[in-house]
Every structure is written in structure tokens, then in C-alpha cells.
């Protein structure tokens, strides 16, 4: 007996082809139930449902050109993702409803792929990472010492609340 064994546990694994290149990240929600994934590439975004079969239920697109994906966060009821990349961008997107998300139809991309539901810009491109802090805010903490904190609804309109710096630049503190 090695201290893992339940009669509750399941031990089949599951494998998952989430994309073609390397994973960028990966995030699970609350319950474990949906898994979220980003290619190297970080144009696409997927969901997958961790029960069963584990198959794709939405997939979303980031945009065209590559990008670095810092960070992804389901919100608490799972309702909602965001993403962070290299690009300053924060990324909302609704899992439950994905129609609420924009379509993004791309020129060398045939067919229609939905893109985020809000995104917002933060400071110069920084490496931050994301969280939601309730069920209509946003919060995002980067490197250069920077806090924002983002409110948003679900039909796309999203303003920031609150900024604040963090770091100031003259504590001796390096990276």
C-alpha cells in the first residue's frame, strides 16, 4: 500500500492533445473539473472538461502573432478566464456563455474562432501574472511593480479601478 490508494480514486490517466507545440501553461479551475490550456505559440487558448472523455469545450483565439502567455486563472464559478502575455495584454474571456465573446475571423484562418469577451493594456509589456479577486474584477501583478485592478461586465466593457505601484525603484531590490 503506498499511502495513495483509495477505493474513491480513479487511476486511469487520461491524455489529453491539447495542442500541436509545447505547452506555454496550463491551469485547472476550483473543482478540477476544467482545465485550461495555452500553446508556445500562444495564439490559442483551450478548455477542456477533466471528467469523462476529457474533450475540448471551447477554444479560444488570442490573436494572430505569437506571444508569451504568463498566466491563466479561471474566475471562482468558472465563468471566466484571463490570460496575461508578453504582448501588455490582459485577456477576459466567458467560458459558460462564449457567445459573449467577440468573433475574430482572421484572413488565413478559415473558418470563424471566438476571440475574447474584454482585454485591457497594462504597463510596457512587463511579465505580470492575472486573478480575479471576485466574480466582475481583475487584478494583475508585474514584475516592473505594478498593480492594476480592472472591473468588467458581461457584455465587454471593462475600466480600470485602481493603480498602484508597488516597487519603487530605490528599495535595492533586483530581479
Not at 469523462?52 to 465563468?79: H, M, N, P, Q, W
Request: glycine residues 6%; contains cysteine; negative net charge.
Amino acid at each position: 500500500m503506498n499511502g495513495f490508494e483509495n477505493d474513491d480514486m480513479s487511476y486511469n490517466p487520461r491524455i489529453i492533445q491539447a495542442h500541436r507545440s509545447e505547452l506555454a501553461s496550463i491551469a485547472l479551475n476550483f473543482t478540477g473539473s476544467l482545465l485550461a490550456t495555452a500553446s508556445k505559440r500562444g495564439t490559442l487558448i483551450r478548455i477542456f472538461l477533466t471528467t469523462g472523455l476529457c474533450e475540448k469545450i471551447v477554444e479560444f483565439r488570442r490573436g494572430s502573432d505569437t506571444a508569451d502567455i504568463y498566466s491563466l486563472a479561471f474566475s471562482f464559478d468558472s465563468s471566466f478566464l484571463c490570460v496575461s502575455s508578453d504582448k501588455g495584454t490582459m485577456h477576459i474571456y466567458g467560458i459558460r456563455d462564449s457567445k459573449s465573446n467577440r468573433m475574430v475571423a482572421l484572413p488565413h484562418v478559415l473558418n470563424e474562432a471566438y476571440g475574447d469577451l474584454c482585454n485591457f493594456k497594462v504597463d510596457n509589456e512587463w511579465a505580470c501574472i492575472c486573478a480575479f479577486s471576485d466574480p466582475n474584477h481583475v487584478v494583475t501583478a508585474s514584475v516592473n511593480g505594478t498593480f492594476h485592478k480592472h472591473i468588467f461586465t458581461s457584455d465587454g466593457k471593462c475600466n480600470r479601478e485602481e493603480y498602484e505601484l508597488y516597487l519603487d525603484g530605490i528599495d535595492g531590490c533586483e530581479f
